[in-house]
């Protein structure tokens, strides 16, 4: 069984205290940083941009996982590529023109990305997983923290690990929204290989031992 992977949402981290933010996950058991980036246009809400994840980058040790919750992201790629962002996803209903997105990700040497809103199917990405590093599967509407996990999302990473199987793919599966203890190991069960969590993390008493907790959870 391969390593999980959890990814702390900075979204819901204190921005006055960024970077002791960002050294507290450095310090921790999580794995990457995970980067919601909002127009106010795909997502009805803004949250930050390119010169925040600047100066992220400028102290994060660990790979930076950015969720683009934009319309045509393609227009931003390199930008983000020299950013220093490890991996983009893009969502699949921001993108026309999906897999030529994809290529365009993975030329500029990025793992490339593809999050699903709560009403879109994984039947959608037949055609495309063999292209995709990593599905997130949004287990919240888009552009907030703090939401309800939606149930269904166990069935959808059920489905989901049988198409990648089913394709041979070497798919990580990732869910973002309302991750917390007590879904947790139940989408892993389910196939899960990253959860991303910001409220349950950065709203606790002691953020490290919430990680250190969620990933022995997961081990
Ligand atoms: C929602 C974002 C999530 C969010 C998760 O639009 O994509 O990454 O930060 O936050 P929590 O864990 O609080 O639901
Ligand atoms: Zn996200």
Redesign the pocket.
């Given at each position: 069984m391969s390593k999980k992977i959890i990814a702390p949402?900075l979204?819901?981290s204190d921005f006055a205290n960024l970077q002791r933010e960002i050294e507290m996950v450095n310090q921790s058991d999580a794995d990457w940083f995970?980067l919601?980036v909002m127009d106010g246009v795909f997502?009805p809400n803004i949250s930050f941009g390119m010169p925040v994840i600047q100066a992220i980058a400028q102290h994060a040790k660990k790979p930076l996982d950015t969720?683009l919750?934009i319309v045509d992201p393609d227009k931003y790629i390199k930008t983000f590529a020299d950013l220093g962002v490890d991996h983009l996803t893009v969502h699949y209903e921001a993108c026309p023109h999906l897999h030529r997105t994809l290529q365009a990700i993975k030329a500029e040497g990025m793992k490339a990305g593809v999050a699903i809103n709560p009403h879109t199917s994984v039947k959608l990405l037949e055609d495309t997983i063999q292209d995709i590093d990593i599905v997130i599967v949004m287990s919240?509407n888009?552009?907030?923290?703090?939401?309800s996990f939606i149930g269904n999302t166990y069935q959808k990473v059920a489905d989901l690990k049988e198409l990648i199987n089913r394709k041979n793919a070497n798919t990580l599966i990732e869910i973002?929204?309302?991750?917390n203890a007590d879904n947790a190991k139940k989408l892993i069960d389910h196939g899960a290989d990253v959860l991303?969590?910001?409220?349950?993390v950065f709203k606790s008493a002691n953020p490290t031992e919430t990680i250190k907790k969620l990933k022995e959870e997961i081990a």
């Open positions: 949402s979204l819901a995970h919601d997502v969720h919750m919240v888009p552009g907030f923290g703090g939401q973002d929204g309302g991750v991303v969590a910001g409220s349950f």
